[in-house]
């Protein structure tokens, strides 16, 4: 995190991941949760399921992405005359139609939006606006309204698949509480795939080993909740040797940007999927998408690379995935959109409806799904775009065609979902 | 030669739960004071405990005694950045518990941050962060009314949970429901969504001069004005001026029977067990209800029941915990921080790391208390690797002390068992078991009775084995 983050506009605080998403219950279950920092994207994953089944990446675009320069609402009057300095012109967009075209920037994905493998949807968010990083993120992670529990959508998702699996899957726990909060000082340093293992690592077998010994002299037959997370441990560190000691680069001549959170992220991701250990949920946290100044035009500013960055990371993972990434279905959320209108810094502030992204396995790609309410004044909420689609309506029919074995209201519940459309 | 002593396995117990490592000092500290129970009395008034060294450390930091409107300043003019100034905080915090004399005050501290939770690094409410540990620090061994009073009003929470925003007008509910769900009476008393709002009617006018003075102040016109009820609590509410009416509402909820079966659950759960017992949480919420919501007494009563005694090793310790424990039972002796990368910085890191910084949970909640939320794949390779680090002096290294290899060994000559149990009794306060012994004879290769006549001829290779050795047994594990 940088100091002038917090003098731009006082919000760091999504920077801090709100991280309800996978916690406490999903252990009980059966399923497990494996947490890594890789540099600034923050991953969780889950196992526990069968293998060969469905995964579900959840990228989270942290900060509040603008969704209006993502999937650009060019046909609409009213956007260039809310957006003078940072829209996006019509000729330059991807996969233009009468009212929407794609940010120049998604250029690795086009292929992806032409074979109808990528696909998104407009005005989706809340029931209510909540315009505040912090709580935002909450709900939208915990997705049940009224509810104190705090359990959070994915942890009701993996907790009932009912796929049976016993503990002794691949069953790495429940997460650290996580903080991500990033300091250039910061000695962060939690679990990239290769430090799934015991001290010493690939590098030293002998120590290795002998930790091993050490740990079972002490702890074997120990039953209590640290001794069955020793044990999980020692299994976990044994069974992931294969995947966490391998140097293997990505498959199918797939490029991720060199040097890159995400594509690093993603390029394990892609491991953990092809060594088939009954990976179901990948969650990541990516941003900061928190545009309040520089949000920027076509070839400047700061919305642009991210933009970039983001479709060659996932252009490179679908490729590196090759005939698996049928397997795999990756949805985009974020926890509001921005104000329709610019701000006096090329910049927009937090404001309300936004688009999700979805690529993959089951999506009904090649065009933009949901209503459209427009951006007359009238029609806006407070001046940002309104929501036409509660976005639990996207997740529930993703969840409903890729986990049919799931209750969708057990992972909702009390919601009546809507059909978008955007999956097959 | 003798072993070396031991603490009864009471005495550990009552230490490991209102201290953050027994260490053979303070097992002779205890003596001292006259055994066990004189001890606790004792620590029941910290202002009676001389706390000199620890007290000393404050002045490493010298942001901790910036006002929030300086803070926002340096933050601003990229002098000293808010995750520093905030995170100081943390680590003056991690060296209260690790080094300071007050060990059970320090425990309360704790305790009383994670139900009255700010999160350390809050967008809109960091600056008065370090404020906002002052105001819990002066009521931890007081009343919870005064402790909840000064905790809700404060311009800390009052930012963080959007009380700052809200007005007659457009009221958020964001506080008034937080009081009633996390810091009183518990979603269990069953209030209304109404009841809801009338609590947020209740705190509208409380204010903070944001992104400036930070200065708290009162503004009667936002007050909303009208009958309010939530629970058993009604007030006409006629008056603009709503301060008196907010101090008597917090009043009413910090004495509510479901405040107290509450926070009688969540002491429990903290010093006990992570599923006690309704006889002790009912003793407990007797106390608390019956001396005016004092601390002491509700302390008294859960120490004095006879779930504590019966509870021993049932905690699984924090990461936290684990790091502070290990940083007190190998010895460190920090000096005054010179860089980031000193002791007294780096241990803030060392337990973000670990994903446990103090005041690090971002939501309103505060951290998870139970076993369950922290015994985990990826707590265990923390540990391993903690424990290692720390063994070893290798991380952090920078203006610390520890003893060296022959302060940590038996009267020489001595054989390889009796080396492993003197470390076992020195740091668990226990003779090394059998499956300890076969531990680190595995782990450091060495028959158990060859013998050592010099330190050097143990050497500090296998000194930080034997160290990390002892902290990965499930000794250490539990508290």
Not at chain 2, 163 to 187: I, Q
Not at chain 2, 256 to 274: E, G, M, Y
């Amino acid at each position: 995190m940088t100091d002038d983050t917090v003098a731009a506009c006082g919000c760091p605080d999504f920077q801090t991941t709100r991280r309800t998403f996978l916690k406490g219950a999903s252990a009980a279950a059966g399923a497990g949760v494996l947490t890594s920092m890789v540099g600034g994207v923050f991953t969780q994953t889950t196992f526990g399921a069968e293998a060969g089944g469905n995964v579900l990446v959840v990228l989270s675009l942290r900060g509040g992405s603008d969704g209006l320069s993502l999937v650009v609402p060019h046909g609409d009057a009213d956007y260039a005359r809310l957006r003078p300095t940072i829209k996006l012109p019509t000729n330059s967009l991807l996969a233009k139609d009468a009212l929407f075209g794609l940010h120049p920037g998604f250029k690795p994905l086009e292929k992806l939006w032409l074979d109808g493998r990528f696909g998104a949807v407009q005005a989706v968010g809340m029931p209510t606006p909540d315009r505040s990083h912090f709580s935002a993120m909450e709900k939208v992670e915990d997705a049940d309204d009224g509810s104190a529990a705090r359990v959070g959508w994915i942890n009701r998702l993996v907790g009932l698949s009912g796929t049976g699996v016993p503990n002794q899957a691949i069953q790495l726990g429940t997460s650290l509480a996580p903080t991500a909060l990033i300091g250039p000082a910061s000695a962060m340093s939690v679990y990239a795939l290769r430090d799934i293992a015991l001290p010493g690592g690939s590098e030293d077998p002998v120590f290795q080993r002998r930790t091993r010994n050490s740990l079972e002299a002490m702890w074997t037959g120990n039953d209590s909740l640290m001794g069955r997370a020793v044990d999980s441990t020692l299994t976990t560190t044994r069974d992931l040797a294969g995947v966490a000691g391998s140097t293997a680069g990505p498959h199918n001549g797939a490029a991720y940007p060199s040097g890159d959170d995400l594509g690093n992220a993603l390029a394990q991701t892609a491991r953990l999927i092809r060594a088939d250990v009954g990976t179901q949920v990948v969650a990541l946290d990516f941003g900061s998408w928190d545009h309040h100044e520089n949000l920027g035009t076509v070839d400047a500013g700061d919305l642009q690379w991210m933009v970039r960055n983001m479709a060659s990371c996932l252009a490179a993972f679908f490729t590196d995935l090759g005939t698996l990434g049928t397997r795999v279905t990756v949805v985009t959320i974020s926890e509001f959109g921005r104000t329709a209108r610019e701000n006096g810094s090329q910049g927009a502030e937090h404001g309300y409806g936004n688009c999700m992204l979805l690529l993959g396995g089951g999506v009904q790609g090649g065009t933009v799904h949901g209503g459209w309410p427009g951006l007359r004044s009238a029609e806006l909420v407070d001046g940002d775009l309104s929501v036409h689609l509660d976005y639990r309506s996207v997740l529930a029919e993703v969840i409903a065609t890729r986990f049919p074995a799931v209750s969708v209201p057990s992972v909702f519940p009390g919601f009546q979902r809507e059909a978008v459309g955007v999956m097959r | 030669m003798p072993p070396s002593r031991i603490a009864s396995s009471a005495l550990r117990h009552l230490l490991s739960r209102f201290s953050y490592g027994v260490t053979p000092t303070l097992v002779a500290e205890v003596e001292t004071a006259g055994g066990g129970q004189a001890w606790f009395e004792q620590q029941l008034s910290p202002g009676g405990i001389p706390d000199r060294r620890a007290a000393g450390m404050r002045d490493w930091f010298p942001y901790l005694a910036y006002s929030p409107a300086r803070l926002y300043e340096v933050n601003n003019s990229g002098e000293y950045p808010a995750w520093q100034s905030t995170m100081d905080l943390g680590r003056w915090t991690i060296l209260r518990r690790a080094f300071s004399k007050q060990q059970l005050f320090e425990t309360m501290v704790e305790f009383w941050s994670n139900l009255l939770h700010v999160p350390m690094y809050e967008d809109e409410s960091w600056p008065l962060r370090i404020s906002y540990d002052a105001a819990i620090r002066k009521h931890s061994l007081g009343t919870f009314e005064d402790l909840l009073t000064g905790a809700v009003l404060h311009g800390a929470m009052v930012c963080f949970l959007d009380n700052a925003y809200s007005t007659k007008w457009a009221v958020n509910e964001n506080l008034g429901r937080e009081l009633l769900e996390l810091h009183t009476v518990g979603v269990e008393a069953a209030y209304t969504e109404k009841m809801v709002l009338n609590s947020a009617c209740i705190l509208t006018g409380w204010s903070v001069h944001m992104w400036d003075s930070w200065q708290s102040y009162y503004e009667p016109d936002n007050h909303w004005t009208g009958p309010v009820q939530v629970l058993g609590f009604t007030a006409a509410n006629a008056d603009a001026d709503g301060r008196a009416l907010a101090r008597r509402f917090l009043r009413y909820l910090a004495r509510h029977p479901s405040t107290a079966r509450r926070i009688a659950t969540k002491l429990a759960i903290r010093f006990v067990s992570d599923t006690p017992s309704p006889g002790l949480v009912n003793a407990v919420a007797d106390a608390y209800l019956s001396s005016g919501t004092d601390i002491r007494a509700t302390l008294r009563a859960l120490h004095s029941h006879p779930d504590f005694a019966s509870s021993v090793g049932a905690k699984v310790k924090t990461p936290a915990e684990d790091a502070i424990a290990s940083y007190r039972l190998l010895g460190a002796e920090p000096s005054r921080p010179t860089n980031d990368s000193s002791f007294a910085r780096a241990i803030g890191w060392q337990l973000d790391s670990l994903g446990q910084k103090p005041f690090g949970w971002t939501a309103p909640d505060g951290f998870p208390d139970v076993g369950v939320a922290w015994a985990s794949v990826g707590r265990v390779l923390g540990s391993l690797d903690l424990h290692l680090t720390l063994a070893g002096g290798w991380y952090p290294s920078q203006d610390v002390a520890y003893p060296g290899v022959g302060a940590r060994l038996p009267t020489l000559p001595a054989r390889f068992d009796q080396i492993v149990d003197h470390a076992s009794r020195q740091l668990l306060q226990r003779p090394a078991t059998p499956r300890l012994q076969s531990a680190c004879r595995q782990m450091l290769d060495i028959p158990a009775d060859r013998q050592f006549a010099r330190a050097s001829d143990f050497g500090e290779w296998n000194m930080t084995l034997l160290l990390a050795t002892v902290l990965n047994s499930p000794a250490h594990a539990e508290r």
